[in-house]
Antibody, heavy 121, light 113 residues
Framework: EVQLVESGGGLVKPGGSLRLSCAAS????????MNWVRQAPGKGLEWVSS?????????YYAESLKGRFTISRDNAKSSLYLQMNSLRAEDTAVYYC?????????????WGQGTLVTVSS | DIVLTQSPDSLAVSLGERATIKCKSS????????????LAWYQQKPGQPPRLLIY???TRESGVPDRFSGSGSGTDFTLTISSLQPEDVAVYYC?????????FGPGTKLEIK
């Protein structure tokens, strides 16, 4: 069974940083592209970032992030990460770790339960 | 970015009746090289993460009831629930993966009439 478990969320002040982690199990982690998708309270889904399978040589970010976030993966640990810097109130959301199916152009076939990030003073 | 719009924003359908949700893309998401539409549909129930229903615009994910179907091509797509069940109450989203910068539609809230 595919499992994706996010951690690292919490309350952070504007301008602060957080690092989200996602522990994956139940599948060959290195064979799948991985993604972060977020959902602000009461709002819709927003794709954040994608990293390709294997060594993760292809990385993409939503333009709205303007270089503040960095996605990475550690295949030896079956883990996905999201380093978030210069956080703003509008980054407040549940962040989902999502497995991609297909190549880098992928649909999202398995989702974690999410971790809540709250940016507030 | 490719912008997806959905209609309606919300709808109420009687149990056993058909529900139809539309998704329109600002540009075609059809790749001629493989004749595929890079569009997926998701269902999200309150307090839960989204669940994949449909990919390639019309391919049902394993385990998804066959009352769910997807259709369309190019810029116009439809998710149809043929006979609404109580457990289908949810918000439904379309997603395009034609671009490396994926985007979602704003969602359609489906309720029981």
């Amino acid at each position: 069974e595919v499992q994706l478990v996010e951690s690292g969320g919490g309350l952070v002040k504007p301008g602060g940083s957080l690092r989200l982690s996602c522990a994956a199990s139940g599948f060959t982690f290195s064979s799948h592209s991985m993604n972060w998708v977020r959902q602000a309270p009461g709002k819709g889904l927003e794709w954040v970032s994608s990293i390709s399978s294997g060594s993760g040589g292809y990385i993409y970010y939503a333009e709205s992030l303007k270089g503040r976030f960095t996605i990475s993966r550690d295949n030896a640990k079956s883990s996905l990460y999201l380093q978030m810097n210069s956080l703003r109130a509008e980054d407040t959301a549940v962040y989902y770790c999502v497995r991609g199916e297909g190549d880098i152009l992928n649909w999202f076939d398995s989702w974690g339960q999410g971790t809540l990030v709250t940016v507030s003073s | 970015d490719i912008v997806l719009t959905q209609s309606p924003d919300s709808l109420a359908v009687s149990l056993g009746e058909r529900a139809t949700i539309k998704c329109k893309s600002s540009q075609s998401v059809f790749y001629t090289s493989n004749s595929r539409n890079y569009l997926a549909w998701y269902q999200q129930k309150p307090g839960q993460p989204p669940r994949l229903l449909i990919y390639w615009a019309s391919t049902r994910e394993s385990g998804v009831p066959d009352r769910f179907s997807g259709s369309g091509s190019g810029t116009d797509f439809t998710l149809t629930i043929s006979s609404l069940q109580p457990e289908d109450v949810a918000v439904y989203y379309c997603q395009q993966y034609y671009s490396t910068l994926s985007t979602f539609g704003p969602g359609t809230k489906l309720e029981i009439k």
